[in-house]
């Protein structure tokens, strides 16, 4: 749970909003920001959201907003075009009254404000077919709208994201200052790394990414970075603050994580954790129906290979995390990031073992959703 800001007044008057201060709650489960809800003054006004950015993470706030507004006006266009409802398909980032979509208050901390998109919904775990289905569509489109913004035009946020030699070298350098205690925990984990970590660097082979276009992407596609409304409908992508240039198959292969897990991310009994094919299913569906219009054969060859690549960097990531002290992600227990490491190494290896019927999946479906099209 976030810790509630005393200075939440002062933040509050330097946006031109209409939100009563003096009623907040913490909302959301993000690992990284603190999140609240804040009612609007006016009855039947929109509520908005107020976001604290952690700027240990994100450094160049100035940066990050540049990209999310630039990201959330080409989407709004888009959405427009189409003869949608912007302002509940796309976020709306709420100005300070300098015009700014950042404020920095008095104590040094970063803020952001967006209009709260009542009657949405998102899930932390998936449960239904249609979910998967709609998730896919949302990220699908998300992408398809953003395939004609110049990746070129934004900024990379936080450098080799996704970069698993770079995640490596972090794991690494993590081990050389580690104490031996939580060293001797993750023994195990770290022999899994060995085995496959020259496999997953697929995207850092010259050679195998020379087709692969660098385009808009998110870089963070849990399913709860999706709302869905009252039918379980796609509604609108959120959470854009690691909106930049990348590869397409890192979105699709973070969302086939969150999705085609039976269990949580962070599940203890690691024999709970199976896969979920009708989910994958449904999301592939989904997803190629709205991107399979712009993806380039290469691409969708590539899917699978950040199916694979998702679950094992962000095993490396949890467990960087662990051995370093628990310094990035938020933790509600003692080895929480060593649980979290353990579930999605489990998770990698059941993908990795299934990779041919997976990968069989997306080309059937990619073929029928180019079929349509023609």
């Not at 398909?89 to 208050?105: F, G, K, S, V």
């Not at 054969?297 to 290979?305: H, P, Q, R």
Request: include cysteine; glycine fraction near 6%.
């Amino acid at each position: 749970m976030p810790h509630k800001p005393g200075n939440i007044a002062e933040v509050v008057s330097n946006f031109k909003c209409n939100a009563d201060s003096s009623w907040f709650k913490a909302y959301g489960s993000g690992h990284i920001n603190d999140t609240f809800f804040l009612k609007n003054l006016s009855v039947g006004g929109p509520h908005y959201l107020l976001q604290r950015i952690n700027h240990h993470i994100f450094p160049r706030v100035d940066q990050l907003m540049h990209n999310m507004h630039r990201v959330i006006t080409h989407l709004k266009q888009k959405v427009e075009a189409a003869g949608g409802d912007p302002f509940k398909e796309a976020l709306t980032l709420i100005p300070t009254h300098t015009n700014q979509y950042y404020y920095q208050d008095s104590m040094g901390s970063y803020w952001r404000m967006l209009y709260f998109l009542d009657g949405a919904r998102s899930y932390d775990i998936v449960t239904t077919n249609r979910q998967a289905f709609e998730g896919g569509k949302a990220f699908g489109k998300f992408q398809a709208m953003l395939a004609d913004l110049q990746a070129s035009e934004l900024y990379e946020v936080i450098p080799e994201f996704h970069n698993i030699r770079h995640r490596l070298s972090q794991l690494n350098h993590a081990i050389a200052k580690g104490t031996p205690e939580r060293l001797k925990q993750v023994s195990p984990e770290l022999e899994v790394v060995r085995q496959y970590a020259m496999e997953m660097q697929y995207f850092q082979q010259p050679g195998q990414v020379a087709a692969l276009p660098q385009r808009v992407i998110h870089n963070d596609t849990k399913f709860n970075n999706v709302l869905l409304n009252s039918r379980d409908e796609a509604q609108c992508v959120i959470d854009l603050e690691t909106v930049m240039p990348g590869y397409v198959a890192y979105d699709f292969g973070d969302a086939i994580r969150t999705i085609i897990n039976k269990a949580a991310e962070d599940e203890a009994d690691l024999e709970n954790i199976q896969l979920n094919m009708p989910l994958f299913e449904a999301y592939t569906k989904g997803y190629l129906k709205e991107a399979a219009g712009f993806l380039t054969e290469a691409e969708v060859l590539s899917l699978i290979k950040g199916v694979l690549l998702l679950p094992f960097l962000q095993s490396v990531r949890f467990l960087t995390d662990h051995i370093n002290g628990d310094i990035y992600y938020k933790i509600h227990f003692e080895g929480h990031n060593l649980q979290r490491a353990r579930a999605q190494f489990r998770l990698f290896q059941l993908l990795h073992g299934n990779a041919d019927v997976l990968h069989q999946i997306i080309l059937n479906e990619y073929i029928k959703c180019k079929g349509l099209l023609r």
